[in-house]
């Protein structure tokens, strides 16, 4: 089995030529793009960091430190297609893909060691999107929102959220602490027979009690007849857990994979809409996968023989499939969180179609 894999790919010497060759002109390409993006963005929003009293030059680098995360995972895909395009464009021009087919060596089999080595570039921007940019996102959407001043510390506190206890809904204006220690202020349960609203329950605190939540000051208004009546101290809520409360903003891209997965989880526990959340979830696996279908899509600036003239309008049909890949896979994630697309498709069909796309050109096109 590992003889028939090895067999697939050229030999030792010239698979390592090519990665190393790829993933150096990926990482140029990264590096330069970082560069010029980070500059121009720190122009524009240094006026903004320095307009708060007492920021000086270490605000502006942790702004960097925080940014450049970002940068990284956003252009990344960019730079490996460049990197692709470059690499197979400059080995048809020295007539190295012309050697290797002369060898024997199939399409496939030439674009072996650049896919191999994409995934390998995938798996580097899973777990640095997972460990790093998540955290840089959700400390720079914090700190944007005190201006650039000092961070708050984050006790837990929620406002306004929803809460579903089989028909009944549960509304909390804030919460405060996290798990049992938990505290409920301005609570409301809209009590409902099917989609019939008959009742309401209004109370000033609750706190966790047993399996439910202990509420004190309440009153319960009836809306048939009208009549308010006083409750004091009772249990709502039975079966509904803290998390389903504490649980009221979820930020995808500021979290990792793992904790959007049990987000998601919990979400649907407390009956709330999940598919925005499941579409972005799918998307941190098949977002850095596009360094794999990267070199496929620009195969087409190896093949073919590079005295035609043809080579510069390969390269561009090559860079043209990329960024039309871009496109569609924002669009796709953009239908996804309108509920247009269902949350798998919204994530991987751009993936798969464009696998095809790469597929038929590459057979079309190869000489």
């Known amino acids: 089995m590992i003889h028939a894999i090895t067999d697939f790919f050229p030999s030792r010497t010239v698979s390592l030529y090519m990665a ?16 010029i993006l980070q500059t121009l963005d720190l122009l524009s929003e240094s006026g903004r960091i320095l307009a708060f009293p007492g920021n000086g030059d270490a605000q502006v680098w942790k702004y960097v ?8 995972a956003t252009f990344l895909p960019f730079s490996v297609l460049l990197g692709t395009i470059i690499t197979l464009s400059t080995l ?12 024997g060596l199939s399409a496939h089999q030439v674009l072996a060691p650049l896919m191999l080595a994409g995934l390998g570039v995938a798996l580097i921007s899973f777990t640095f999107n997972d460990r790093v940019v998540t955290r ?12 650039y001043g000092p961070l708050p510390i984050d006790r837990g506190d929620r406002s306004n959220v929803w ?27 809209y009590e409902r027979e099917g989609a019939v609203l008959t009742s309401l329950v209004r109370a000033k605190t609750g706190r966790r009690e047993g399996n439910g939540w202990r509420v004190d000051g309440a009153e319960r208004f009836d809306v048939a007849s009208g009549q308010l009546t006083p409750l004091g101290s009772t249990i709502i809520g039975e079966g509904v857990r803290p998390d389903q409360f504490t649980l009221s903003n979820v930020d995808a891209e500021s979290m990792s994979f793992d904790s959007l997965r049990e987000a998601v989880s919990d979400l649907k526990a407390a009956g709330r809409p999940t598919k925005a959340l499941e579409g972005s979830l799918w998307h941190k696996l098949s977002g ?43 669009f796709a994630l953009a239908m996804g969180n309108l509920g247009a697309y269902p949350p798998f498709l919204a994530a991987w069909a751009p993936f798969l179609l464009f696998a095809m796309i790469g597929e038929a050109v590459l057979l079309k096109t190869e000489e």
């Open 163 to 189: 809460v579903r206890d089989g028909t009944h809904l549960i509304h909390a204006q804030q919460i405060k602490g996290r798990g049992d220690a938990a505290l409920l202020a301005g609570v409301t349960v």
């Open 136 to 147: 840089a996102s959700a400390t720079l959407a914090q700190w944007k929102k005190v201006d």
């Open 288 to 330: 850095p996968l596009s360094a794999v279908l990267m070199p496929l899509l620009g195969a087409v600036a190896a093949f073919g023989i590079a005295r035609s003239g043809k080579l510069f309008v390969r390269a561009v049909i090559g860079m043209g499939l990329g960024f039309l890949y871009f496109v569609a896979d924002n």
């Open 92 to 103: 048809n021009q020295n007539s190295e893909v012309i050697a290797m087919k002369a060898s």
């Open 65 to 72: 430190s925080l940014r450049v995360p970002q940068i990284i």
């Open 20 to 35: 190393r060759s790829f993933l150096i002109n990926t990482f140029a390409f990264l590096f330069g793009l970082v560069l």
